[in-house]
Structures are given as structure tokens and as C-alpha cells.
């Protein structure tokens, strides 16, 4: 039986801490913290010097970490983005419900698609972002924001017996206002005594609580799992496997010729359209300030952007073993087997031709496989973030991921090899230097 590898004990660690985006990006920014990185708040003016490492995030549940080379040469950005985001409930406002007065349900919604069925008798927790206002001395108020996560068996969504439905294995259309709301008590529970239990677990008192960002978290822990501990199951693999394996590799170093550059945003689950996703300014801005904290100007900010290359990357669909017929008939991917580059004609997946080729070469000097996705040309499939990051800042991009099972329900399964896979990719690819000859045809150098 196969000893679990250091990584995956370790990403075991950040996903438990990890149950919201704002958790998820609180962890990678104390890590890049521990690292040495400076972290630049986008409000304030950025002095940046070559061999200088930063970072700064966005509504505090999107970051972007850069490294800027000691001696720059012709420099482009040699980016990875992924997400922090994952679905899940969100909790209204004014979430309490009383069942026949004998039950205290709290009121969600869905964030993003998941599977609902994972959502049943579990025990779930709640975590998330709340804005607690502060007197200050002079009399002005202050709102401070702070992260709470209960971590706690909380609540619970209860399955209809099958006694009541007979029906339940035949398939079942889930209604989120009905069949998913979560039970947190009973009757005896007074009113308004949720946003006293959030209160107190912000530290403050109930009046002073006036905004949350909550989400339902499921409790089930992960686990390896399998005849020779060859998986890995656990809540939120897609994406903060990949946002893991990138921010590893970063944290090796790279090429000091150019700039590196780690991105993880939130709301990819819900089309990325948000002041803190990839489809918004956040990257562009970064990079744009990078480029002219350093002294260049917009002609230079223009080069850079066309010798800049991105990783997007996102987990893909391994095949499953009671569905194999679901994938295409020759790209088709395996947990444990490498990295997979995703393609599509219709181009919801960015790799081309120039994208794949570069990014096969970088694969090939690190030792790590490759597999080749793509959707059966008769579905849809899903879309991810590279193609929408360029609508913002365009360059050269390759989608990948790693194979996993059951993406969206709340417990997914993935292969414990291809953590260790990213890794050493992400770290080859930030170490690489890229350049054009002058026909104009890509060169990768060290
Ligand atoms: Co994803």
C-alpha cells in the first residue's frame, strides 16, 4: 500500500481549512505571506523593484501573487489562473423558517451547479464573510470584515424516506426552495436566534452584524482512499487542487528574465461576472500595474502582453467506471495518468495548436504526462476561465486540469499522482523563458 505523499497531506490540510473562497484565499495569502511576498493593496500607489515578490487580492476571495525577474529581458507574464470558488447554498437574509412550529430551517440558494443529491443527510456547517460595524473614537463607524466558519455538525438536509416517495430511484427532480433546505433546530429555537449564533461567532453582538456572505459547507472529511491509497476524496477538488498544485509550483522559483504570475479567482461557478472574476478587470489591472510600477510604459505594457502566456487551469472529467460510454472515444482521461489539456472547436476551452505545443514541450522537460480531453461532440460539456480572462488581457492560453470523478458534488474523487504532476508543470512553466525567432515562431529557453 502506497504511504500518501507530503502534497497531498498537505492539500488535505488547505482544503479542510478551506471552506469558502474567502477561507481559501486567506490560506494561499498567509502561505505567500510565510513566503516572503509583499502583499500591495490595489488602493494604494505600487513601487515595484526587479527580484521583488507581491501580492495583492480582491474582495478578499480572489488573489494575484507575481514575481518580477532580478533582470528583466524583454519580459512577458507567464501566468497560471484557477478558482477558489466551488458550488455550494448561500444563506439569505432573513433565512430562518419555522416548520409547524417544531423545526427552525434556514432559507438558501444554489451558488453555481452542483449535484444536490450529495447534499443529503450529511452534516453541514456554515462559513463564510461578515461585516461587523465598529465605533472609533471620534465617532465614525468602521466596518470591519471578518471570516467565520462554525466548524461544526450544524445542520443537516434530510432525505424524504422512501416509504413517502417511492419514487426516489427513479430519478428525481430537486426543488431547491423545497427539498434543500437545511434543518438547523427545533421549535424551541427562538426567533432571530441564527443571526445571534453568526454574532457571536463574529465576536460581536447581533446589531452590530450587518452583512454576511454565508455558504453551507459539507463536514464529510477527505480521505485516501483505495486498494493502494491511489485516491483522494473531499469537498471543493475543482478547483482548489489546482489553485494548490499552481501556487507549489510558484513557490519554487522562476525564470528571472520575466514575470510570474498566480491568479485564483472567485465566482467561475456562477460565469466569472463579477468586480473579483476572471472575466472582470482584476487581472489586467494587476498586470498593467506591474508593468508601469516597474517604469515601462504602455507600448511596453503591450509587448509584454503579446510574449505572455497563461496556464488556465481547471479540473477535468476522468472516466467513469459505470459510464465510460459519457466520454469521447479517444479523448478520454484517467486519474493517476498526468495532466490534462482540455480542447474544444468552439473554443470554450482556449488550447490551440501554438498553446498545447509550447505547453507539451514544458511537460516533456519536467517528466510529467499528458492526456488529451475533449467532450463527446454530442454535449454540451462546461466552460471554465481562461477563454473568459481574455476578453480583459489576450494572450497565447492552454486549458488543463486534473482528472477527477463526480465534479460538483459535494464529495469528489481525484488521483493522488497528479497533484504531485501540477506541481512540477507549474514549476517548469514558471521557470520557462519565451521568445519569438524572427519568423516570428515561439522559442522556450531556461
Ligand atoms: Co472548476
New binding site residues.
Given amino acids: 500500500m502506497r504511504q500518501t505523499k507530503k502534497e497531498v497531506k498537505d492539500l488535505i490540510d488547505f482544503l479542510k481549512k478551506s471552506p469558502t473562497a474567502f477561507h481559501a484565499v486567506a490560506n494561499l495569502r498567509a502561505e505567500l505571506l510565510q513566503a516572503g511576498f509583499t502583499e500591495l493593496p490595489e488602493r494604494t500607489r505600487w513601487n515595484l523593484v526587479p527580484g521583488g515578490r507581491y501580492f495583492t487580492t480582491r474582495n478578499g476571495s480572489s488573489i494575484i501573487a507575481f514575481r518580477v525577474g532580478a533582470e528583466l529581458k524583454d519580459p512577458g507574464f507567464m501566468v497560471t489562473a484557477s ?1 477558489s470558488d466551488s458550488p455550494c447554498f448561500k444563506i439569505k437574509e432573513n433565512a430562518e423558517i419555522r416548520v409547524m412550529n417544531h423545526y427552525v430551517q434556514l432559507n438558501t440558494e444554489g451558488y453555481g451547479g452542483m449535484i444536490c443529491s450529495t447534499w443529503f443527510d450529511r452534516p453541514l456547517s456554515v462559513a463564510g464573510r461578515v461585516l461587523v460595524r465598529k465605533k472609533n473614537e471620534d465617532g465614525s463607524e468602521r466596518y470591519e470584515t471578518r471570516l467565520i466558519d462554525f466548524d461544526r455538525d450544524l445542520l443537516l438536509i434530510p432525505n424524504v424516506a422512501i416509504h413517502m416517495n417511492r419514487k426516489v430511484n427513479d430519478g428525481m427532480a430537486y426543488n431547491k426552495q423545497i427539498d434543500l433546505l437545511p434543518l438547523l433546530g427545533t421549535g424551541e429555537m427562538q426567533q432571530g436566534e441564527f443571526r445571534k449564533l453568526v454574532a457571536a461567532e463574529a465576536g460581536t453582538e447581533e446589531k452590530n452584524l450587518l452583512g454576511c456572505d454565508l455558504f453551507l459547507y459539507s463536514r464529510t472529511q477527505p480521505t485516501v482512499w483505495g486498494a493502494n491509497n491511489e485516491f483522494l476524496s473531499a469537498g471543493r477538488l ?2 482548489l487542487e489546482c489553485a494548490y498544485g499552481n501556487l507549489k509550483g510558484f513557490l519554487q522559483g522562476g525564470c528571472e528574465k520575466n514575470i510570474q504570475v498566480y491568479c485564483c479567482f472567485d465566482n ?2 456562477v460565469g466569472s461576472l463579477t468586480k473579483q472574476g476572471a472575466a472582470s478587470t482584476f487581472l489586467s489591472d494587476v498586470l498593467y500595474r506591474v508593468a508601469s510600477g516597474l517604469g515601462m510604459d504602455d507600448e511596453d505594457y503591450r509587448c509584454m502582453t503579446a510574449r505572455s502566456f497563461m496556464l488556465s487551469c ?2 477535468a472529467h476522468a472516466v467513469h467506471p459505470n459510464h465510460p460510454e459519457k466520454t469521447d472515444v479517444g479523448n478520454h482521461v484517467f486519474m493517476n495518468e498526468g495532466i490534462v489539456i482540455k480542447s474544444h472547436a468552439g473554443q470554450k476551452y482556449t488550447s490551440d495548436a501554438v498553446s498545447v505545443a509550447l505547453f507539451r514541450g514544458v511537460c516533456e522537460k519536467a517528466g510529467v504526462p499528458v492526456q488529451f480531453f475533449a467532450n463527446r461532440s454530442d454535449e454540451a460539456g462546461g466552460s ?1 476561465l481562461g477563454n473568459i480572462a481574455m476578453a480583459q488581457v489576450s494572450m497565447n492560453t492552454v486549458d488543463l486540469g486534473l482528472a477527477q470523478l463526480a ?1 460538483h458534488s459535494a464529495y469528489e474523487t481525484a488521483g493522488v499522482a497528479d497533484l504531485g504532476y501540477l506541481e512540477s508543470a507549474s514549476a517548469a512553466f514558471y521557470h520557462t523563458y519565451l521568445t519569438a525567432d524572427a519568423a516570428g515562431n515561439l522559442v522556450a529557453a531556461e
Fill in positions: 478558482h475543482d478547483d467561475e461557478e481547471d479540473n471554465t465534479m
